[in-house]
């Protein structure tokens, strides 16, 4: 039998006997826990998902369950510590890594409680700014950078964010010391850009959509490896400096534990979802793209983002606000 064949054929995704893609999988709800309230891009696409896969699997019942806290600490430690059946799983981003360096929290350690299953979608960050910015380039903006030192402002969406250490990373990669500025979420941020109390605000292209269509915003470049398909005019930082690249990616993990057949089909599953022409225009509406490449990928994806912010941390002693 063939690797699809056996994953379909696999005991332990049915109860009862019959063809599987006929019968419910797993036999009871499957949840998608997400370590934010409702509403925000990462609920947004559990529950596209969620929605999706229910409709695709005959029987099946996808339900997203929204446990925020301690910046989504508190969902990956429920997740961590439920039954490994197949039936919780955690959707999230480098928040949940970034928040447990930043916080030194020793009661989780996501490299061993967690598992990476697939990816779901991935999205640049963007350094934004008004209309009447002087630098309109990443070579004029770190020459200005530099003129201005701590004079120039840049706002993003609280300490120990992605975006805060992606900004770090930036620093030090190229000697320049802005005064950075953190506020309470990402729209106190870019809200904060708008009335002229920051230079720019360092985000991602969700929050600050409708003012970048109308041009109130504009991108100066994104940390994405290629640029954006949306805004394919804004250059990426790698164009100016090799190697640096952050990408904010969605998806999901499983407690330790979780059969590998069980993984792999949901993998699967996932990867024809993220295919659907509507998934990849809805995906597409919040400034990110349906990223899959298969289990390996979301795992040295995972492994390697751990390092990096890790030693973001240290470096600077990113410690909680």
């Known amino acids: 039998m063939n690797r699809r064949a056996i994953i379909l054929a696999a005991p332990t995704l049915a109860l009862a006997a019959g063809p599987l893609r006929a019968q419910s999988w797993p036999a009871r709800p499957v949840r ?3 370590g934010f309230a409702p509403g925000g891009a990462n609920d947004i696409m559990a529950r596209l998902l969620a929605q999706k896969l229910t409709e695709r699997i005959p029987g099946s019942s996808f339900v997203v369950e929204n446990r925020p806290g301690a910046s989504t600490v508190v969902a990956a ?3 961590a510590r439920s039954a490994p059946d ?13 928040a447990i360096l930043v916080n030194r929290i020793t009661t989780i350690d996501p490299m061993q409680a967690l598992v990476p299953v697939v990816l779901a979608s991935s999205a640049p960050l963007a350094l934004i700014c008004r209309p009447d910015f002087p630098a309109r380039t990443v070579p004029e903006f770190i020459a200005l950078a530099r003129e201005r030192g701590p004079r120039l402002t840049i706002s993003n969406p609280g300490t120990g964010a ?3 250490l992606a900004m770090a990373l930036l620093m030090r990669r190229t000697g320049i010391e802005p005064t950075l500025v953190p506020y309470s979420g ?9 009335r002229g109390e920051v230079d720019l605000a360092h985000d991602g292209l969700f929050t600050p959509r409708a003012q970048l269509q109308e041009g109130t915003l504009r991108a100066l470049a994104v940390t994405s490896a290629e640029r954006s398909p949306l805004y394919p005019n804004v250059p990426t930082f790698g164009e100016t400096l090799p190697g640096y690249e952050v990408g904010f990616w969605g998806g999901l993990l499983a407690p330790r534990g979780v059969p590998e057949v069980v993984m792999d089909r949901l993998a699967e599953e ?18 990110a793209e ?18 990096k912010w890790g030693q973001v941390v240290r470096e600077n002693d990113i410690r909680p606000s």
């Open 290 to 307: 349906p990223t899959s490449g298969g289990r390996a990928a979301f795992t040295r994806a995972y492994a390697a983002d751990w390092e």
């Open 77 to 79: 430690d429920h997740v």
């Open 32 to 34: 998608f826990v997400v």
């Open 162 to 164: 992605v975006n805060h």
């Open 186 to 194: 990402n729209q106190p941020s870019i809200t904060a850009l708008i």
């Open 86 to 98: 197949g039936t919780s799983f955690m959707f999230t981003s480098p928040s949940t890594l970034i």
């Open 270 to 287: 996932v990867e024809m979802v993220l295919r659907q022409p509507d998934v990849i225009a809805r995906i597409r509406s919040f400034g």
